[in-house]
């Protein structure tokens, strides 16, 4: 049988603790997402049923839904460190927010200019 030397410091690091705590954590919350999707399922059906077309706010909610369960699924594989919503960003804020320069409002005062004119001639 093989030695395994185990390192004491490894283990007591407070981020792989505090790492199994949000996974548990998650773990409660999708099982409670999950019950949630299936409810929303058989509301949008009914909509479906009676109407011919889903309900648009539901399916917009859905999509958040499925980003979470998403999200929350990678971290509990291990796919990823970032951990989800809501500690997550939202990815819509920073790509406005790096696309959009800054606006700087401002108004013209006639008197300045036809002053400026006078000046000029």
């Known amino acids: 049988m093989a030695n395994i030397e185990i390192d004491k410091e490894e283990i007591l690091k407070g981020s792989k603790w505090i790492r199994l705590l949000f996974m548990v954590l998650y773990g409660f919350v999708i099982n409670f997402v999950l019950t949630i999707c299936i409810g929303l399922a058989v509301i949008q059906f009914l909509f479906y049923l009676f109407t011919s077309k889903p309900n648009a706010p539901i399916a917009n909610f859905n999509t958040h839904l ?42 013209v005062n006639p008197d300045i200019s036809e002053e400026t004119e006078e000046v000029k001639d």
């Open 66 to 107: 499925l980003e979470f369960f998403d999200d929350s699924l990678a971290f509990l594989l291990f796919q990823t460190e970032e951990k989800p919503f809501p500690f997550k960003g939202n990815e819509n804020d920073e790509a406005s927010s790096e696309s959009e320069g800054e606006v700087i409002e401002g108004e």
